[in-house]
């Protein structure tokens, strides 16, 4: 299997949630002082699905969501964002869609996740087997889909699937420790979907975390690099990231800008990155080009809204200085 030829299909199946974010308005403003919020499609893999969709290529969401009105809020986002939604499927009772409330600010922020009964983990075994793998070019999942079952299971047979019909696997560990059961039970699961992984990106907490320790975060890239990942991006966040791929690691640093939130970062990386190796770009320019996408919803309110396009990134990379130098990080 060629992963890059693979990813240049433009076409992702994406396993994971989706939810909704309201943040309070206008940016700055505390939770607890909100009159206002703004209301936005949340969700890590339904957010990497709208910013891949922005870019031109094709992705599919495959979850569950709650059967009542914010479920159908979901779902209207989805078909205005362009995300198919085929394997989108209601459940009925009380399991409910994530909520999350998040300022648009840095000082003091805080993050408030409801994820009591949700909805997306009730997604099952039946529900990955009903996908037709062979009509998408790749997989992609983030960690909060292995939190809680049956999704946990449904998506290591969603791996097994998509294995057999010759996708690649993309995983953004997204480490949430809210929704695990304990952090040994996330390090051995998580660690397990890093070893059935072609592409892997976390940062350096969450490959410390699968190792046992962030000093040994690097290690742990590095090794999985050279066992059974195609390609390793390791995060730094304001220092960076070092790539791994094909036995070279690759420096990149990163775009400064004014940032308006911590939040939102990673998954328009992903977005931005695939799209851009999608595109056949070098995978050096397809980091940077992943890390300008980051810099760009960091500094805007909302994830998914805030998300660039072609145009409004190649705006951006015009207009900016440039990146600035990764340092040379020591070693784990």
């Not at 953004?172 to 998580?190: C, G, K, T």
């Amino acid at each position: 299997m060629d992963v890059l030829e693979a990813i240049r299909s433009r076409n992702f199946l994406v396993i994971g949630r989706v939810g909704m974010d309201l943040s309070p308005a206008p940016a700055g403003t505390a939770i607890e002082d909100a009159t206002d919020l703004m209301v936005a499609m949340g969700g890590s893999s339904a957010n990497i699905a709208a910013g891949l969709v922005k870019f031109g290529a094709r992705a599919a969401l495959v979850t569950r969501v709650s059967d009542d009105a914010v479920g159908r809020y979901c779902l209207n986002q989805l078909a205005a964002y362009g995300v198919d939604a085929t394997h989108v499927t209601p459940v009925a009772g009380e399991f409910r869609n994530s909520l999350a409330l998040y300022e648009s600010r840095l000082a003091d922020h805080n993050s408030v996740i409801y994820r009591n009964g949700a909805a997306d983990f009730q997604m099952s075994v039946a529900d990955v087997e009903a996908v037709d793998y062979s009509q998408y070019g790749a997989l992609i999942t983030a960690g909060t889909v292995f939190a809680a079952e049956p999704s946990r299971s449904a998506t290591f047979r969603a791996f097994e699937l998509a294995r057999a019909a010759g996708l690649p696997i993309i995983f953004d560990v997204d480490y949430r420790p809210y929704s695990w059961p304990s952090p040994q039970v996330a390090e051995e699961v998580l660690s397990r979907a890093g070893a059935l992984s072609d592409i892997i990106v976390a940062n350096d907490e969450e490959f410390g975390f699968m190792a046992g320790g962030i000093d040994k975060g690097l290690a742990k890239a590095r090794e999985l690099a050279q066992t059974s990942a195609g390609i390793v991006v390791y995060k730094m966040g304001p220092e960076g990231a070092i790539t791994f791929a094909n036995g070279t690691e690759l420096r990149t640093g990163i775009y400064p800008v004014t940032a308006l939130k911590p939040t939102g970062a990673g998954d328009s990386f992903m977005a931005g990155f695939l799209a851009s190796l999608a595109e056949g770009r070098e995978l050096r320019e397809a980091v940077l080009r992943g890390s300008a996408c980051a810099a760009i919803v960091v500094a805007k309110p909302g994830c998914a809204p805030a998300m660039p396009d072609a145009r409004e990134l190649d705006a951006f990379l015009a207009r900016h200085p440039g990146p600035r130098n990764a340092p040379q990080p020591a070693e784990g």
